[in-house]
């Protein structure tokens, strides 16, 4: 798998840095590489930079893989995974129960 980003947010679930945790666990288990994270700074919303940014490089296909923890998924705008699917790209939503006992 290339091209991985994975995204954090912060919310009540768990910290930042915990998300980031459970993410670099779940991508070491997979046998695959996070290239970077985003989001960590504030909630992705569709008007912000960095959500332009990120919805650019899925449609590029620079960023063909997309990693987040089930909880936060609701919480991103829509065009994020629908972007995702149409440029080929794929969402890997890892289990937040799994990744609460692992941080915990």
């Known amino acids: 798998m290339s091209n991985v980003v ?3 947010q912060p919310c009540a ?6 998300q980031k945790y459970v993410l670099a666990e779940y991508a070491k288990d997979a046998g695959v ?3 970077r994270f985003v989001g960590e ?3 992705l919303r569709p008007e912000s930079p960095c959500f332009e940014m990120l919805v650019q490089s899925i449609s ?3 960023t063909s893989h997309i990693m987040l923890l089930d909880g936060i998924a609701a919480d991103l705008p829509q065009v994020l995974f629908d972007k995702c ?3 080929g790209g794929r969402v890997h939503l890892v289990d937040s129960h799994k990744g609460l006992r692992l941080a915990g």
């Open 6 to 8: 994975a995204i954090v």
């Open 13 to 18: 679930l768990m910290s930042v840095a915990e």
């Open 33 to 35: 590489t996070i290239d």
């Open 41 to 43: 700074d504030d909630i």
């Open 60 to 62: 590029t296909g620079s």
């Open 85 to 87: 699917k149409v440029s």
